[in-house]
């Protein structure tokens, strides 16, 4: 089964940066795209972004756009999600996914999930 490992979440001031990480492990081409999300209490999961494996084209929420970038380590399985200018509305547990099934947007579309990091960012 594919397995994948969030890191890196961490308690920020608004304003501060985080770099979130994802290894994936189960190889690496079955990885086409993968996406950021996140979710609050109370709330749904929300599509922060994604890349995709074989030409690293990116999208992001308008909610991150300017802020957030993510980028692939292809040796080492591994995504991350850098985020500056961080705000107290990014509170949340985010989470890495691989293999969409339909819309890259869409939680529900995708495969695989990790267990989420906790970032928390205080006024």
């Known amino acids: 089964q594919v397995q994948l490992v969030e890191s890196g979440g961490g308690l920020a001031q608004a304003g501060d940066s985080l770099k979130l990480s994802c290894a994936a492990s189960?190889?690496?081409?079955?990885?086409?795209?993968m996406g950021w999300f996140r979710q609050a209490p109370g709330t749904v999961r929300e599509f922060v972004g994604s890349?995709?494996?074989?030409?690293?084209?990116?999208k992001y929420a308008d909610s991150v756009k300017g802020r957030f970038t993510i980028s692939r380590d292809n040796a080492k399985n591994t995504v991350y999600l850098q985020m500056n200018s961080l705000r107290p509305e990014d509170t949340a547990v985010y989470y890495c996914?691989?293999?969409?099934?339909?819309?890259?947007?869409?939680?529900?579309?995708?495969?695989?999930w990790g267990q989420g990091t906790q970032v928390t960012v205080s006024s």
């Open positions: 890349i995709s494996w074989s030409n690293e084209i990116t």
């Open positions: 996914a691989t293999e969409p099934r339909g819309s890259y947007y869409l939680a529900g579309a995708y495969t695989y």
């Open positions: 189960g190889g690496t081409f079955r990885y086409l795209v």
